[in-house]
């Protein structure tokens, strides 16, 4: 190879591995670069977000907050109940039936452009979406976001962390959410402590139709007979499926079931022979209380207990004792003083009786004069320790118990 054509080989080379070393610069500063500006932002998959939006949650990033929610998921619809934020949904199932949803219609996953025609940006989801239906609405523009239900105590924050984060932000909603799964464990915690342990194991079990399909053990809502002073016997069962065998062997002392199915099982041949049969002691208890993870958990709850244990409801009354001088309110303890107060109200009552809720330690946070979610749920814990009625609503009577030295104060949690 003579002078010249060395040159040029050289020169050939030198440009060659100029330009690879360009290409690597230029690829590790987009790889940088990626690794700054594409990675999941607000990921919440471990924790609260540092901002609102963008989130990232199960891996779907939602970029702002959205103007409106399709829920397709009677659980997922109960939790946002649950937190106040229903205002955001424009649809929903048609097996989402609370009475609070019914004026919203009713869309199905399988009408993508008719769920956008509702004013809805993001779909809300759990295992019961197929992904080919995922993959049929993401196409159509929308963002879906699949969140599994809890299953057991300590998933329930995450479940409602990860749902408020989808509406409100990895801020704001996700520990709006955390701190309406506290208060319901709070509360269940409190009934338990009510109920107290008990000498004698009594039986229970939750049927959904006469072909089997019950509350087992393998979900979450199993664990409220356990709080109500009830040991389910389909503890042991999984799927949702109770067999006979099982269901004989066990012979509940006290059945519950859905309303309309009592009849149907005292009459039935095959449940004949079970004490809770012979005894009466069959009770309908709406499904809504116990198939979902929303506020009906505590209603379910709070059921089976006053019902097995009626003694806990018998100390209700009402003193008609003034409140001491310097109480926290001068309004008459007269049920017939007093004005129904719920969510929406705002001004002094609210503010007196927020007061009053904060000195028996059910109220948190400092009184803001405005009826919201958290006295709605503050008012209900005060009602199921006091043996009435959790209605999140401050009736008269509910107001001239609380006013009352026979209000019953929250004990301390241990959890």
Same mark, same amino acid.
């Given at each position: 190879?003579?002078?010249?054509?060395?040159?040029?080989?050289?020169?050939?080379?030198?440009?060659?591995?100029?330009?690879?070393?360009?290409?690597?610069?230029?690829?590790?500063?987009? #790889?940088?670069?990626?690794?700054?500006?594409?990675?999941?932002?607000?990921?919440?998959?471990?924790? @609260?977000?540092?901002?609102?939006?963008?989130? $990232?949650?199960?891996?779907?990033?939602?970029?702002?907050?959205?103007?409106?929610?399709?829920?397709?998921?009677?659980?997922?619809?109960?939790?946002?109940?649950?937190?106040?934020?229903?205002?955001?949904?424009?649809?929903?199932?048609?097996?989402?039936?609370?009475?609070?949803?019914?004026?919203?219609?009713?869309?199905?996953?399988?009408?993508?452009?008719?769920?956008?025609?509702?004013?809805? %940006? #993001?779909?809300? &989801?759990?295992?019961?979406?197929?992904?080919?239906?995922?993959?049929?609405? $993401?196409?159509?523009?929308?963002?879906?976001?699949?969140?599994?239900?809890?299953?057991?105590?300590?998933?329930?924050?995450?479940? +409602?962390?990860?749902?408020?984060?989808?509406?409100?932000? &990895?801020? $704001?909603?996700?520990?709006? *959410?955390?701190?309406?799964?506290?208060?319901?464990?709070?509360?269940?915690?409190?009934?338990?402590?009510?109920?107290?342990?008990?000498?004698? !194991?009594?039986?229970?079990?939750?049927?959904?139709?006469?072909?089997?399909?019950?509350?087992?053990?393998?979900?979450?809502?199993?664990?409220?007979?356990?709080?109500?002073?009830?040991?389910?016997?389909?503890?042991?069962?999984?799927?949702?499926?109770?067999?006979?065998?099982?269901?004989?062997?066990?012979?509940?002392? +006290?059945?519950?079931?859905?309303?309309?199915?009592?009849?149907?099982?005292?009459?039935?041949?095959? +449940?004949?022979?079970?004490?809770?049969?012979?005894?009466?002691?069959?009770?309908?208890?709406?499904?809504?209380?116990?198939?979902?993870?929303?506020? *009906?958990?505590?209603?379910?709850?709070?059921?089976? @207990?006053?019902? !097995?244990?009626?003694?806990?409801?018998?100390?209700?009354?009402?003193?008609?004792?003034?409140?001491?001088?310097?109480? %926290?309110?001068?309004?008459? !303890?007269?049920?017939?003083?007093?004005?129904?107060?719920?969510?929406?109200?705002? *001004?002094?009552?609210?503010?007196?009786?927020?007061?009053?809720?904060?000195?028996?330690?059910?109220?948190?946070?400092?009184?803001?004069?405005?009826?919201?979610?958290?006295?709605?749920?503050? !008012?209900?814990?005060?009602?199921?320790?006091?043996?009435?009625?959790?209605? &999140?609503?401050?009736?008269?009577?509910?107001?001239?118990?609380?006013?009352?030295?026979?209000?019953?104060?929250?004990?301390?949690?241990? %959890?």
């Amino acid at each position: 190879m003579d002078r010249q054509e060395t040159k040029k080989t050289f020169g050939f080379a030198k440009k060659k591995w100029g330009k690879r070393l360009l290409a690597g610069i230029l690829a590790g500063a987009m #790889l940088l670069l990626s690794a700054v500006g594409c990675s999941s932002p607000n990921d919440v998959t471990s924790g @609260a977000g540092t901002s609102d939006f963008p989130v $990232t949650i199960n891996g779907v990033t939602i970029s702002s907050e959205p103007e409106g929610v399709a829920v397709l998921s009677p659980n997922l619809a109960e939790v946002v109940l649950a937190m106040g934020y229903e205002i955001k949904l424009k649809a929903r199932s048609a097996d989402c039936t609370n009475e609070e949803l019914s004026v919203l219609p009713a869309v199905s996953p399988e009408d993508p452009e008719g769920i956008k025609a509702t004013g809805a %940006s #993001l779909v809300l &989801g759990d295992e019961a979406l197929t992904e080919e239906q995922v993959n049929s609405l $993401t196409q159509a523009g929308l963002t879906v976001l699949v969140i599994p239900s809890a299953k057991d105590r300590q998933d329930l924050s995450r479940l +409602y962390a990860q749902t408020g984060a989808a509406l409100k932000g &990895g801020s $704001t909603g996700y520990t709006k *959410g955390e701190k309406t799964a506290d208060n319901i464990l709070i509360t269940l915690d409190d009934i338990q402590r009510a109920v107290g342990e008990r000498e004698t !194991v009594t039986t229970a079990c939750y049927l959904v139709d006469l072909q089997g399909a019950a509350i087992t053990g393998d979900s979450m809502q199993s664990r409220l007979f356990e709080l109500a002073g009830l040991s389910n016997i389909a503890a042991g069962s999984e799927n949702g499926q109770l067999t006979d065998s099982v269901l004989n062997s066990s012979d509940p002392n +006290y059945i519950f079931c859905i309303t309309g199915l009592k009849d149907a099982i005292l009459t039935s041949e095959k +449940y004949a022979g079970l004490t809770a049969v012979q005894q009466g002691k069959v009770y309908e208890m709406p499904y809504d209380y116990i198939a979902y993870q929303g506020r *009906g958990m505590i209603q379910a709850c709070s059921f089976m @207990a006053g019902t !097995v244990y009626p003694e806990l409801l018998e100390n209700n009354s009402v003193s008609s004792v003034p409140p001491e001088e310097g109480s %926290s309110s001068d309004i008459p !303890v007269d049920p017939s003083g007093y004005t129904t107060l719920k969510s929406g109200d705002s *001004g002094e009552a609210v503010t007196r009786l927020q007061e009053r809720l904060a000195e028996l330690g059910y109220f948190y946070v400092n009184p803001t004069g405005n009826y919201l979610d958290v006295t709605v749920q503050c !008012v209900k814990d005060f009602q199921l320790l006091n043996n009435m009625a959790a209605t &999140g609503i401050a009736d008269p009577e509910t107001q001239a118990l609380l006013f009352s030295d026979e209000a019953i104060p929250r004990p301390e949690s241990n %959890s």
